[in-house]
């Protein structure tokens, strides 16, 4: 194999943007899991397979940003090993099924092969570079090891009976996940945030698109028109919140190894997803309404919680204070009350929501504008002072 000294790319290169829009065919496909509805709402099944298969897509994303991010060199190798994942995961999404027992064998097996790639890739790059110390070789070989074995896990359950296999296949998930999120050996180097950043942020805006995605066939009814223009007045805000504190607060060169950061916005797409389930819901009559609004609510005060955790990596003068907690909880507490209080109407309970998620927005934004003028008025005074002191010197 041909030996060469490993130089990280710089950001984040069109094949990994290119690699990420396979996650939007991935979360439609799997977001369409809950267009089943029988009995007034989702069965716990059909919404258990949901969230697991949403799971495993958004693990298989953290796991591929996870290896560009800390050895991504955009060789013929790994862009290689990017596009058999883009097609491996046309079958993982193709083999989800409202039924485990139809599920089981194509999406296992499928998931399988994409560990194994994503392991054979760590393997690659551990014996091409040579100027790798001795962390970056643990590295590697403790993430090749997991991967390898919960692709091991994987590919039993694909052959097991129902419940063993769905068992196995949670077993599979669960392994993956705390393995990589708790692991020591990534805190021995800090991960390249700058890249981290960017890639969470596509990701979400995919899982944004998805939820435009969703009420695009309300808007050929004209006697629901008022509902797709609140839902896209709420996706709005809700994106609003996300991008003004991803592109004005977040420490985009914070000296971290980015896991914590990765899991919540993970998270996060999970909670995206759930969040415009819910909202198709709204309009559908042959679905009750207090469940789906107990959904809505819940999936909201979710979204509101989970972006307030990503301030922890915002620049310090932005991190949390007292006011900005403040106002958080108290949307979240609006958002509760007004999905209790507002009866069975699904557009006052829109509206509601609407107005709890602009007013969290300009809030915030009020306090980010006081706060940048209050710096820059110190920093101004900071200057005068020592333009002063060289002046009397």
């Not at 180097?189 to 698109?209: D, N, Q, W, Y």
């Not at 996300?242 to 000296?255: C, T």
Request: glycine residues 6%.
């Amino acid at each position: 194999m041909l030996k060469r000294l490993f130089r990280p790319a710089e950001g984040v290169s069109n094949i990994e943007l290119f690699y990420d829009l396979i996650f939007v065919y991935c979360i439609s496909v799997v977001t369409a899991l809950c267009h089943h509805v029988d009995g007034g709402f989702l069965d716990l099944g059909t919404w258990l397979i949901y969230i697991f298969s949403l799971f495993t897509i958004v693990q298989v994303w953290f796991f591929s940003t996870l290896l560009m991010n800390r050895y991504g060199d955009r060789s013929i190798s790994e862009s290689v090993g990017l596009f058999v994942n883009m097609l491996l995961l046309y079958f993982l999404a193709n083999g989800v099924r409202t039924e485990w027992h139809d599920t089981s064998l194509l999406f296992n097996l499928t998931w399988a092969g994409i560990l194994t790639n994503l392991a054979v890739q760590w393997l690659i790059k551990l014996h091409t570079y040579t100027n790798l110390d001795e962390t970056d070789r643990r590295i590697m070989r403790g993430s090749a090891a997991c991967l390898l074995i919960q692709a091991a896990i994987s590919a039993t359950a694909a052959f097991l009976p129902d419940v063993p296999s769905e068992i196995a296949s949670w077993i599979s998930l669960l392994f993956g996940t705390t393995t990589f999120r708790f692991s020591r050996l990534y805190r021995l180097k800090p991960a390249r945030f700058s890249h981290v950043a960017e890639r969470c942020s596509l990701l979400t805006i995919i899982a944004f698109g998805e939820m435009i995605v969703g009420i695009s066939s309300y808007m050929t009814n004209v006697s629901l028109l008022r509902f797709p223009i609140g839902v896209f007045a709420l996706t709005v805000g809700l994106f609003l919140i996300y991008i003004f504190e991803h592109d004005q607060m977040l420490d985009h060169h914070a000296h971290t190894d980015g896991m914590a950061y990765m899991a919540v916005s993970s998270w996060l797409i999970v909670v995206i997803g759930n969040l415009t389930v819910a909202i198709e819901y709204m309009p559908m009559t042959n679905i009750d309404f207090l469940p789906k609004s107990i959904y809505l609510t819940t999936c909201l005060v979710m979204y509101l919680l989970t972006s307030f955790l990503l301030g922890r990596y915002n620049k310090p003068e932005y991190r949390y204070s007292k006011l900005y907690v403040a106002g958080r909880l108290i949307v979240c507490a609006f958002v509760v009350v007004a999905g209790i209080t507002t009866g069975f109407d699904a557009n006052i309970s829109l509206a509601c929501h609407v107005v709890a998620v602009y007013a969290a927005f300009v809030y915030e934004y009020v306090l980010w504008h006081r706060r940048t003028h209050a710096i820059a008025k110190s920093r101004s005074l900071g200057l005068a002072c020592e333009l002063e002191d060289e002046e009397d010197a």
